[in-house]
């Protein structure tokens, strides 16, 4: 089976079957990653760049080790350093890149919308690693393929992704990835970090009760406070954030039932996620970042045609 796309730029442009498809071809790669030898030559003689124009930990280092586990050539670009601080565009400086004979482009940008302007102007597969406040597919992807390693299942799920959803590229492709597969979904947060037109676009339940949420969901997908996207006061400080937003163990168990925990990381220790939770047996947010790079073999795999041997 193939992908219906040619470019992963957001979880908006796949159907239910990619979707399936990425998830189930990351199963099987995540057996692989549990082999003495988690190396396959799936992309032997493929060469992909990650081009990160915006700081990363996670998706960085993820793509990358995806991409050695698949036996591609990797080259890595950041934007400090190189020549954009001379001024070189966007386009010319991945022209440049692809003129050495490079097959993929893997992005973060700070603006959303970049990956697919690139995608207009460039013949190589492009994979958006997060643009702006956009989109983050392999995020959606990876988040989906944990939930459903832990409760065994999408269709059904009561998945509540709570913070600041106005600056969250994580909610967009979560809302995106969890109303296709059939799970429900609910935002939660203050009413100044949750955008007005959410409800009525994607049919998504809105919430400004951190307990009532916590109360219906069965994960909790907690986010970051965005500080830098944000360019005006949409909250009175962190710390009335935190007592009105903050999770911590002791509410946890005070509820009827166990939340599973997740968070795309940077975690904000002590602002919306406290220790004690971020820690705790309900938190899968480490098995998020391992399932990354099965996730993200998954994709680069099928954009690159889904031809290589898996094994
Ligand atoms: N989750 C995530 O995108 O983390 P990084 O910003 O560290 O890549």
Not at 70 to 79: Q, R, V, Y
Not at 88 to 95: G, I, P, Q, S
Not at 239 to 255: M, P
Request: charged share 25%.
């Amino acid at each position: 089976m193939q992908l219906s796309v040619k470019h992963l730029l957001g979880i908006r442009d796949l159907t239910r079957q990619d979707i399936q498809l990425i998830l189930d071809t990351a199963t099987e790669f995540k057996e692989v990653l549990q082999r003495p030898i988690k190396k396959v030559p799936s992309l032997r003689d493929v060469t992909i760049v990650n081009l990160f124009y915006e700081n990363s930990t996670r998706t960085r280092i993820s793509f990358e080790l995806a991409e050695k586990r698949l036996s591609a050539d990797t080259i890595n670009f950041t934007a400090s350093g190189s020549s954009v601080s001379k001024g070189e565009t966007l386009l010319d400086t991945v022209n440049n890149i692809l003129s050495m004979k490079v097959d993929m482009v893997v992005m973060r940008h700070s603006a959303s919308g970049a990956p697919h302007f690139l995608a207009k102007h460039i013949p190589a597969a492009i994979i958006n690693a997060g643009d702006g406040i956009n989109e983050h597919p392999t995020q959606g992807l990876l988040d989906a393929f944990s939930m459903r390693e832990r409760l065994g299942r999408l269709e059904g799920l009561k998945v509540a992704i709570i913070g600041d959803i106005m600056h969250s590229r994580v909610a967009m492709s979560n809302i995106y990835l969890l109303k296709k597969m059939g799970a429900e979904v609910m935002v939660a947060g203050p009413p100044t970090l949750i955008p007005k037109y959410i409800q009525e676009a994607f049919d998504i339940r809105v919430e400004y009760n951190l307990r009532k949420a916590l109360e219906w969901c069965d994960v909790a997908n907690v986010l970051r406070i965005q500080l830098e996207r944000q360019n005006q006061v949409l909250f009175s400080s962190l710390r009335e954030y935190s007592l009105a937003y903050g999770i911590n163990k002791r509410l946890l168990d005070s509820l009827n039932k166990e939340v599973v925990i997740m968070h795309p990381g940077p975690i904000n220790r002590g602002v919306e996620l406290d220790s004690d939770a971020a820690d705790s047996k309900q938190s899968l947010i480490l098995q998020q970042v391992e399932n990354g790079v099965a996730v993200r073999m998954a994709a680069l795999y099928l954009l690159s045609g889904g031809r290589g041997s898996m094994n």
